[in-house]
C-alpha cells in the first residue's frame, strides 16, 4: 500500500524514482543506524549525490531513534538531499524551529516504540 501511494505521489510531483529500499525484518526502533544497510546506502548514495530527494510514505519509516534518526535527516538535507513524507510534506532546516520539530517528531516516536 505504502509503494503504491509515493509513486503516485512522485508522479503527481513530476519526480522520477530512480531507486527503492525495503527493509523486511528491521526494526527502525530496535536496530542502530549502523545495523541498517539501507540507510547506510542511501546516506553513501546523498554523499556521493547520486539523489536528490528522499521520498516516504511517513517520517518514521526512516527511523524512530531519537538518538539517530533526526541526525540522519538533517545529514540528508545538509548534502543536498530534500527529504519528503507523502503524509506529512517537507522536512526543512530554515531555522531552530525546524530543527526541534525534526527532532520532537522522532522523539515522539521513540516513545511510541517504548510504550
Known amino acids: 500500500m505504502q509503494q503504491t501511494v509515493y509513486c503516485a505521489f512522485a508522479k503527481k510531483q513530476g519526480w522520477e524514482i530512480i531507486r527503492e529500499f525495503t527493509e523486511k525484518g528491521i526494526s ?3 536496530s542502530a543506524l549502523n545495523e541498517r544497510n539501507a ?4 546516506r553513501e548514495d546523498a554523499y556521493l549525490r547520486k539523489f536528490d530527494i528522499l521520498l516516504v510514505f511517513m517520517f518514521d519509516r526512516i527511523g524512530w531513534r ?3 534518526t533526526p541526525f540522519v535527516v538533517e545529514y540528508l538535507v545538509n ?4 527529504v519528503w513524507s507523502v503524509c506529512e510534506g517537507e522536512q526543512r532546516f530554515d ?8 527532532y520532537i517528531r522522532y522523539w515522539q516516536a521513540s516513545g ?4
Open 28 to 30: 527502525g526502533y530496535k
Open 95 to 102: 531555522n531552530h524551529v525546524d530543527k526541534l520539530t525534526n
Open 66 to 68: 531519537d538518538d539517530e
Open 39 to 42: 540507510l547506510r546506502l542511501i
Open 112 to 115: 511510541e516504540s517504548e510504550d
Open 79 to 82: 548534502n543536498g538531499v530534500s
